[in-house]
């Protein structure tokens, strides 16, 4: 029990160790010199790291501000904390979650080994947040040792590879490439944000392309736009709050300066945390690729939701703000209608708000990242409202699970072992409907000369127009052609140049779903050249 206790809990309970580990053994089996074995093993593990301490640091500052909020309007209610319930939880069932989660992550070994989702889940703390949710309603609900076990480790480990499985066409359009999949169970949040967002929203102006006036342009550097926007929501309940209660946190310190100092620590952790995710990206996506080859042919690491953030950092900021206003609205609306009331987790509304931004901001822009985010605090409020009855019944008072998937697996299960089939009938066509729509909207973004995307005040070209009608007819060597000229005719206008690089965003993106065919292979390795090119230019 002791071996099983230390694989459980000091390796696969330790992300930054398994995700190592990962590195290492792909590094291995690629039959890397010692030297490049160990260097990519430690950086991978010094990214990860680097990441934590940043996501720590965030944890510390949001906790902060989700206690004075509290306090500064005298709320009571159910706490959203996963981190609480979970400590809660493992007082009692330590061992069978523990057991649980490694069940999780052999069943989801074993999916992406021989099914067609060949997604592998890399986030321990997740893991163990779903874990922990499987243990608690099987045990409340009579089940124990081994049933137990495998109940929630099956079910986990099936949510470990569907859910990046149902995010990963929104990823795809993100990141551009399958290189890395979305490992946190928030992807039904995330799902539904870009479902509203699709309707509500336009994708042809994008978060990241917002301009500011010349005498706010100071506000372009995102991580300083943070800063301030974040000092203000600080200070408003800590003022309210007064000298008298943030000197419970502050040690004495004047509580203006000591507020201050916490919101520009939350920028900080961001900073921090981008810097430890680029690092462990450099390192573990060609590390993967070794395991993919011999364990799991084509396997995707899921990893966990800031590896998106530096692809779109002002959706990440506009999220984080809408779905806080979104909880905060479900806090008064949802006690109206006979429900809980549920306290908003900052951290929560950080780390899945900001996500969903990204997913709201790649399906309807800046206007469904805004709308997207207001319905997705909704959501996130509305969930708990409807756990919580299961979870007093089960004795928990307080406080209550957060992560979309994982109370979705508490509310799905634990009503069906209870016998009420209803709520889980409904709520699963519910998702069944939103990931269809989503995939297909992803899908059918085709780029045809007579669309939108391709008319620009900056560059109206016909032999743009035939190359990307060549390009979609499969006549990929011409159309390169055209393309490399178009690059060169043009080299020192940056106007054309920036909107050159997004056509060639959007067919790298329209072709990544046919990967079957290697003729595409070779001339989206032609095309991805082409954006390098242009990005020296620019």
């Not at 470990?160 to 039904?188: E, S, W, Y």
């Not at 479902?195 to 506000?219: A, R, V, W």
């Not at 209660?245 to 939350?266: A, D, M, P, R, W």
């Not at 016998?419 to 995939?439: A, D, E, Q, R």
Request: aromatic share 10%.
């Amino acid at each position: 029990m002791f071996i099983i206790n230390f694989i459980v809990n000091e390796v696969f309970g330790q992300s930054s160790v398994i995700i190592s580990l990962i590195a290492c053994l792909g590094l291995i089996i690629q039959k890397k010199s010692i030297g490049k074995v160990i260097e990519g093993t430690f950086k991978t593990l010094l990214g990860f790291l680097v990441m934590s301490a940043g996501i720590n640091i965030i944890v510390g500052a949001t906790n902060f501000l989700s206690d004075i909020f509290q306090k500064a309007f005298s709320l009571n209610g159910y706490i959203a904390s996963v981190e609480a319930i979970t400590g809660l939880a493992q007082r009692e069932l330590g061992r069978e979650a523990a057991l649980t989660l490694l069940t999780i992550f052999i069943v989801n070994v074993l999916i992406a080994r021989f099914t067609k989702f060949k997604y592998i889940f890399l986030t321990g703390q997740a893991l163990l947040w779903m874990a922990t949710m499987g243990s608690v309603i099987g045990y409340k609900s009579g089940i124990t040792g081994i049933p137990l076990i495998l109940l929630g480790g099956i079910i986990g480990g099936i949510f470990a590879v569907f859910m990046p499985a149902i995010a990963q066409p929104v990823v795809r359009k993100i990141t551009g490439n399958d290189n890395i999949a979305l490992g946190h169970f928030c992807t039904i949040g995330y799902t539904f944000e870009a479902f509203i967002s699709k309707i509500t929203g336009n994708p042809s102006k994008s978060t990241e392309d917002i301009k500011l006036p010349k005498s706010f342009s100071f506000l372009q550097d995102s991580y300083l736009t943070m800063a301030i926007v974040m000092l203000i929501i600080y200070l408003i309940p800590a003022i309210i709050c007064g000298q008298e209660i943030i000197s419970q946190y502050s040690g004495g310190k004047n509580y203006i300066i000591y507020t201050v100092l916490e919101s520009i620590n939350f920028t900080v952790g961001i900073y921090i945390l981008v810097t430890g995710v680029r690092m462990l990206l450099n390192e573990i996506v060609p590390a993967f690729r070794g395991i993919a080859l011999k364990i799991v042919p084509d396997a995707i690491p899921a990893l966990d939701c800031p590896v998106l953030f530096p692809y779109a950092p002002n959706a990440v900021l506009i999220g984080f703000l809408t779905t806080t206003i979104g909880t905060i609205l479900g806090m008064f609306i949802f006690p109206l209608f006979g429900m809980a009331l549920i306290i908003p987790s900052m951290s929560s509304n950080f780390f899945a708000g900001g996500t969903a931004g990204i997913f709201g901001n790649a399906l309807g822009g800046r206007r469904g990242a805004i709308i997207g985010g207001l319905a997705h605090g909704l959501f996130i409020t509305y969930l708990p409202t409807m756990l919580v009855p299961l979870l007093e019944a089960y004795g928990f008072r307080g406080v209550t699970f957060t992560d979309s998937d994982v109370m979705t697996n508490g509310l799905l299960v634990g009503n069906i072992l209870k016998g009420s089939y209803i709520f889980p009938i409904c709520y699963i066509i519910f998702i069944i409907l939103i990931t269809v729509f989503v995939i297909l909207a992803v899908k059918k973004e085709k780029l045809t000369p007579n669309s939108e995307t391709n008319t620009s005040e900056n560059i109206k070209n016909e032999n743009l127009n035939e190359g990307i009608e060549l390009f979609n007819n499969k006549q990929y060597e011409k159309a390169c052609l055209i393309f490399e000229e178009l690059i060169e005719k043009d080299k020192s206008n940056k106007e054309t140049q920036k909107y050159l690089l997004e056509v060639y965003n959007i067919l790298l993106k329209q072709y990544s779903f046919d990967k079957k065919e290697e003729l595409v292979k070779e001339y989206l390795k032609k095309l991805d050249a082409l954006r390098d090119t242009i990005r020296k230019n620019i």
